[in-house]
């Protein structure tokens, strides 16, 4: 079956560009637009898609409270957030990322990367991008709320190997290179990924790597 993709973009222009893009793929399907945040909330409602494909500074509501509203805490829904920004620095990825986004891309990425994006983000991966988003967190993290009285004590449920793969995917390596980091197979690392996020209640390794950073367990610019 297709992938249903939105395409949520105050700028008419840049959405036909994405639809000219994403129709040339077999397996995915725009199946709507939406010009601002309010809009999006109920074309996702009224077409279900799979992923929404998420400007982030748009009128009436940005990306950053919309995402929050599709999926963020308490949201069980399937549509999953890919972000779009201009700029690799956008203070408002990150709050879009703890707001339940699945990843971010830049909107002049080449269309390959954002295909396989999409593809990425459909099967329940996040789309962390190593270098781009350690650096943004390296930038913003110091903003983020520290959430010092509940933190330690949840990081007081993993174990020691569960700590440092957390580490490691704060710092944006993928499986494969965690795996080559601490000697051990991707499986075993995949099953160490699922257990922090069991262990701490989150969606996926974007908002784990935030996690990281607001814990204090990484700290920015730190290796």
Do not use: C
């Not at 036909?16 to 010009?35: H, Y």
């Not at 709050?95 to 002049?108: C, N, T």
């Amino acid at each position: 079956m297709a992938i249903r993709v939105l395409l949520v973009d105050d700028q008419p222009l840049l959405r036909t560009g994405f639809r000219m893009i994403l129709e040339a793929e077999q397996e995915l399907a725009v199946v709507g637009e939406a010009g601002d945040g309010l809009q999006a909330l109920d074309q996702v409602r009224a077409l279900q898609p799979d992923v929404v494909l998420m400007d982030i500074r748009m009128p009436r509501m940005d990306g950053v409270e919309a995402t929050r509203q599709i999926t963020g805490p308490g949201r069980d829904g399937p549509a999953k957030v890919l972000v779009l920004t201009t700029f690799d620095l956008d203070e408002y990825v990150v709050e879009a990322l703890r707001a339940g986004a699945s990843g971010f891309l830049l909107k002049d990425a080449p269309a390959n990367e954002l295909v396989q994006a999409i593809r990425v983000v459909a099967a329940g991966e996040a789309m962390l991008a190593p270098s781009i988003t350690r650096r943004l967190l390296d930038k913003y993290a110091g903003h983020l709320p520290s959430g010092e009285d509940s933190v330690p004590d949840a990081l007081g449920t993993l174990t020691e190997r569960e700590v440092e793969v957390l580490k490691l995917v704060a710092r944006g390596l993928s499986n494969a290179e965690i795996a080559a980091d601490l000697f051990v197979s991707e499986t075993t690392v995949k099953t160490h990924v699922g257990h922090v996020l069991t262990k701490l209640g989150l969606r996926d390794r974007v908002q784990a790597a935030v996690y990281a950073y607001e814990s204090g367990l990484v700290r920015p610019g730190a290796q």
